[in-house]
Nanobody, 120 residues
Framework: QVQLVESGGGLVQAGESLRLSCVVS????????MGWFRQAPGKERDLVAT????????YYLDSVKGRFTISRDHAKNTVYLQMNSLKPEDTAVYYC?????????????WGQGTQVTVSS
């Protein structure tokens, strides 16, 4: 099973930026499509962005298009989520996981997530 460690969250004001990181265990990271998810209190976990092994065919949730950028570094087994122009509605716990091309989660286990709180 893939192990995931997310970091980079914090408390920021609206309009500010954060960069989240997710370190993925294993030697086959470069073959995985990866996704970032978020879960706000009392809500379901939503897929925010995905990135294929090549870095192409990126998916973004409509509400984050133009503000968030997903990227990856194969040498570091890490996937990133650059979040700019943050809004209070972006407040959530953010998770990463391995997904298929349709965004379905392929890994049973989740990391601890990283909390993002955006104040107005």
């Amino acid at each position: 099973q893939v192990q995931l460690v997310e970091s980079g969250g914090g408390l920021v004001q609206a309009g500010e930026s954060l960069r989240l990181s997710c370190v993925v265990s294993g030697r086959t990271f470069s073959f995985y499509t990866m996704g970032w998810f978020r879960q706000a209190p009392g809500k379901e976990r939503d897929l925010v962005a995905t990135i294929k092994p090549s870095g192409s065919n990126i998916y973004y949730l409509d509400s984050v298009k133009g503000r968030f950028t997903i990227s990856r570094d194969h040498a570091k087994n890490t996937v990133y989520l650059q979040m700019n122009s943050l809004k209070p509605e972006d407040t959530a716990v953010y998770y990463c996981n391995r997904v298929d091309s349709a965004g379905r989660v392929l890994n049973e286990y989740w990391g601890q997530g990283t909390q993002v709180t955006v104040s107005s």
